[in-house]
């Protein structure tokens, strides 16, 4: 199993904010289908005003380069990524390219 903290912004705007947690509640399930058909096994996003934190846990096989945009190759799974980007900011620290940034792991308590 590996580990990965990823971050991302939501939009300065709170109604944004809002219909981005009220879509969380309701996620699609051809979308939770798809994240666990390409090697997530466990996902969590926190939100702290606009920052968003994602833990995720995957199988030994997952590349973030390569089967994050597997995700997107269903279509359901697309307009998903497309509805959710609409609300959503890169983190002022991502590289060039990257959506959501992948964190440093710097400590594991385990």
Same mark, same amino acid.
């Given at each position: *199993?590996?580990? @990965?903290?990823?971050t991302?912004?939501?939009? $300065?705007?709170?109604?944004?904010i809002? +219909?981005?947690? =009220? ?8 979308v939770?289908a ?17 920052? *968003?934190?994602? @833990? ?6 997952? $590349? ?5 945009? +597997?995700?997107? =190759?269903?279509p359901?799974?697309q ?11 890169l983190a ?10 992948? *964190? ?7």
């Amino acid at each position: *199993m590996k580990v @990965y903290g990823l971050t991302l912004m939501l939009r $300065d705007d709170p109604a944004a904010i809002e +219909r981005y947690k =009220e879509h969380h509640r309701h996620v699609w399930p051809e979308v939770t289908a798809r994240i666990r058909q390409c090697g997530i096994r466990t996902m969590r996003i926190f939100l702290l005003q606009r920052r *968003m934190f994602m @833990y995720i846990e995957t199988d030994d096989a997952f $590349d973030p380069a390569t089967d994050f945009a +597997r995700i997107n =190759e269903a279509p359901k799974s697309q307009e998903w990524d497309v509805l959710m980007r609409s609300l959503q900011e890169l983190a002022p620290e991502a590289a060039l390219g990257e959506w959501w940034a992948l *964190m440093e792991q710097v400590f594991d308590l385990s």
